[in-house]
């Protein structure tokens, strides 16, 4: 028990003094932080981001939608119902009038996205993780192109392709126990064991929505990104991010990582640009430009070394 023990009070120390010195850089209370897990997965994806979060007093919530999480086997849903049942599920977390920072990733990002779009919530950063605006990654199989051919002939609900390594991760230690995590059940930290083909679709279709609505994001809004991103490209992402009409965007792109940022080898950069958006105010004279490698030194504990 001596290492559990030295772990849990370094995460402590380490939030502590990332709390009190992001407290002295922005003189604010943070704003809650609610993210929304990736496609038909579970808010497992945020396990190693949600204790440096809350340690550093970051209120965090990952919410269970209802016909998305866990949902790879409960029939067909279409994007617009994922959108309404996480409206729902952030309106019951969240107080009335509360501004909060809204983010996801991969699906639950664009989902994130949309919301935001609809301009229902009081949505003050949102930060999109991996937003999958496309699967033009280099992990996509040869037959991945054919996928339309499916979506024509409207056979996509009976079609599914299972996961396969590297799993979104360039850790190997954690590839190896994601691995091990699948075998033993239908979902695992990273995600579905399988993905059906119509949720891929339904995550295309709402990519395109988001594209289509690039003006209506909110000012503050940031992508973070992995170089080496299986999934999506980078190429793809800064595509969209230089199409988006907004003065305050912020393309964080990381380097060690692979598709499951919150999860892979830069997961501390990420709960550092998490913090920094949930602290930012309106009176911030640029939210973008605190010391993010104060940050990751701060936060950085014997969880993030794995």
């Known amino acids: 028990m001596p290492h559990a023990c030295a772990f849990v009070l370094g995460s402590a120390v380490a939030g502590r003094i990332c ?32 204790l440096p979060l809350r340690a550093g007093g970051t209120s965090f919530i990952a919410p269970h939608v209802e016909g998305y999480t866990e949902a790879h086997g409960q029939g067909v849903k279409r994007w617009r119902d994922w959108l309404a049942a996480a409206e729902t599920a952030v309106r019951q977390a969240i107080p009335e009038g509360q501004p909060f920072v809204l983010g996801g990733l991969c699906t639950g990002g664009l989902i994130a996205a949309a919301l935001a779009i609809e301009e229902r919530l009081p949505v003050h950063a949102l930060v999109l993780m991996s937003p999958t605006f496309g699967f033009d990654g280099w992990g996509r199989s040869p037959w991945w192109r054919w996928r339309w051919l499916a979506y024509v002939l409207g056979i996509e609900r009976w079609i599914s392709t299972a996961e396969r390594s590297p799993f979104g991760i360039k850790n190997e230690k954690l590839r190896r126990w ?89 997961r501390q950069r990420v709960v550092a640009e998490l913090r920094k958006a949930a602290l930012a105010t309106d009176a911030s004279s640029d939210w973008r430009n605190a010391e993010t490698s104060m940050a990751g030194r701060a936060c950085l504990s014997p969880l993030a070394m794995a």
């Not at 991103?229 to 991010?241: G, H, K």
Request: net charge neutral; proline share 7%.
């Open 19 to 50: 709390s009190a010195e992001f407290h002295a850089v922005f003189r604010s209370p943070p704003m809650p932080v609610v993210l929304l897990h990736g496609l038909l997965s579970t808010p497992r994806e945020f396990g190693l981001i949600s």
């Open 178 to 266: 994601v691995q091990r995590d699948m075998k033993r059940r239908a979902d695992s930290a990273a995600g579905p064991a399988r993905l059906p083909l119509w949720a891929i679709a339904e995550t295309e279709r709402i990519a395109a929505h988001v594209v289509r609505n690039l003006g209506r994001l909110p000012p503050r809004t940031v992508l973070i990104h992995a170089r080496e991103d299986e999934v999506c490209s980078l190429a793809q992402v800064e595509r969209v991010f230089n199409a988006m009409p907004i003065d305050d965007k912020n393309l964080i792109v990381l380097e060690n990582s692979f598709h499951m940022i919150t999860l892979d080898n830069d």
